[in-house]
């Protein structure tokens, strides 16, 4: 599976970004699929994640602000990200796991800054 992302940038805080992941090279519909960031010096850590239907589950700290979607169709998983704060400001990545599999193929990874 190879996973392209897109969509990082700057914003001051309480704007919005959308980021994008296409994948290639699988089945899409067959994976579990989400998002990741990292902040340097910190562990990645989960945002979102999609792993059937349009259900997500999401960190705490992105409750109520961020929406994890995805379009089987065009093998593309997003990340709407509204009422962004500085602390979101990470290197974002997105990832794909065979729901019967253990491995994790990421994407190269998106930056998001916020600036107050």
């Known amino acids: 599976v190879q996973l392209q992302a897109s969509g990082g940038g700057s914003v001051q805080a309480g704007g919005s970004l959308r980021l994008s992941c296409a994948a290639s090279?699988?089945?899409?519909?067959?994976?579990?699929v989400g998002w990741y960031r990292q902040t340097p010096g910190m562990q990645r850590e989960l945002v979102a994640e999609?792993?059937?239907?349009?259900?997500?589950n999401y960190a705490d700290s992105v409750k109520g602000r961020f929406t994890i979607s995805r379009d089987n169709a065009r093998s593309t998983v997003y990340l709407q990200m509204n009422s962004l704060k500085p602390e979101d400001t990470a290197v974002y990545y997105c990832?794909?796991?065979?729901?019967?599999?253990?491995?994790?193929?990421w994407g190269q990874g998106t930056q998001v800054t916020v600036s107050s």
């Open positions: 990832y794909a796991k065979y729901r019967f599999g253990t491995t994790l193929y």
């Open positions: 090279g699988a089945l899409f519909s067959s994976y579990h």
């Open positions: 999609n792993t059937s239907g349009d259900r997500g």
